[in-house]
């Protein structure tokens, strides 16, 4: 019986003790990660992306790269990655695997009453926040905010540009 109480107690404390360790490596390697802090806006990634592939943008989202903020930006049949900070074109691939998209996303665009950046504008008046997130979908703009540690997704209607707030998740 005293056996097996110190061999779980042994067992608890080494689980404990590289729980600790865990722990305080992944703050280092978060520390080491470049934030969501980026020179560029959402809509100068947009931009950029519409005038290297020609097409339209269909949705922009912002990753954390270990060099730093990366925007991945859908356009019609391309994806592009955007240095955040730069506005270098880092990459950018031609789309195969989403024909049926690609003529979605024109006929979406066409349709939307609303502008990506009237879309971003009306949802910043609602959710206080950084754009990390919008696509096209549905005749609607689906865009996700980030404030601190908060996050909140965001329904603007593309022909009315009626906002909906939706849920706020909390970052760990």
Known sequence: MKKTIIAGSLLTAGLLGGGVFWGMQNDKIQAEVP???TK?????ASSIAEKETNSAVESVELERDLTGPVYEVDTQGYDVKIDGNSGDVLKTEQDDDDTDDDFNGQHEQASAA???EEAIAAAEKQVKGTVKDIELDDGGYEIEIHDGNKETDVYVDGTTGKVQVGETDLND
């Open 35 to 37: 934030g969501f802090n």
């Open 114 to 116: 609303v502008t990506q």
């Open 40 to 44: 560029l806006t959402i809509e100068e």
